[in-house]
């Protein structure tokens, strides 16, 4: 590496205040993709069930899940309706298969953002891999001179 390509020690200080920065965006890119992750199992699950009631009638019984194991017997009096919330605390009633048609919307508005947080974390993630790579050269070329300097100017040398 010539002198003009070697980097000094305040670029390789900012390559490394850059790259902490990249590693908390990529953290929080990574926090995002569980949450929205998630949603889609649950956006998955919601989409399952409702298949799961359609062609019920009233008055069939089941067993709903109230945490730690537990459930509770209970009838549906309305198997053909699902509450859904609509944002704010609103909610309406829809049919099965408008319900459906929502939650299956929103499942494809939170893959492709998912996809798309994705692809950012890819990009700063390769990003961090070529500062990496450029400090990583950069600090071995300048222990590479100041071993040089030191076998050249070492106690064999006045001899």
């Given at each position: 590496m010539?002198?003009?390509?070697?980097?000094?020690?305040?670029?390789?200080?900012k390559m490394s205040s850059?790259?902490?920065?990249?590693?908390?965006q990529a953290d929080a890119l990574t926090q995002q993709l569980d949450v929205?992750?998630?949603s889609i199992a649950e956006s998955d699950k919601a989409i399952n069930t409702i298949a799961g009631f359609e062609g019920v009638e009233?008055?069939?019984?089941?067993?709903?899940?109230?945490?730690?194991?537990?459930?509770?017997?209970?009838?549906?009096?309305?198997?053909d309706t699902v509450i859904m919330?609509?944002?704010?605390?609103?909610?309406?009633?829809?049919?099965l298969d408008n319900a459906k048609k929502s939650l299956e919307t929103r499942k494809e508005?939170?893959?492709?953002?998912?996809?798309?947080?994705?692809?950012?974390?890819?990009q700063i993630v390769t990003k961090m891999q070529e500062i990496e790579s450029v400090v990583t050269t950069a600090v071995k070329a300048q222990?590479?001179?100041?071993?040089?300097?030191?076998?050249?100017?070492?106690?064999?040398?006045g001899l």
């Open positions: 010539s002198s003009s390509q070697e980097l000094s020690n305040e670029d390789i200080q850059q790259f902490q920065q990249l590693q908390y929205v992750g998630a009233d008055g069939h019984e089941i067993l709903i899940p109230i945490g730690m194991g537990t459930n509770i017997m209970a009838n549906l009096s309305k198997p919330e609509i944002g704010a605390g609103i909610s309406t009633e829809k049919d508005e939170l893959t492709k953002f998912h996809q798309t947080t994705q692809n950012n974390l890819n222990q590479a001179d100041q071993i040089a300097q030191q076998t050249n100017q070492g106690p064999m040398q």
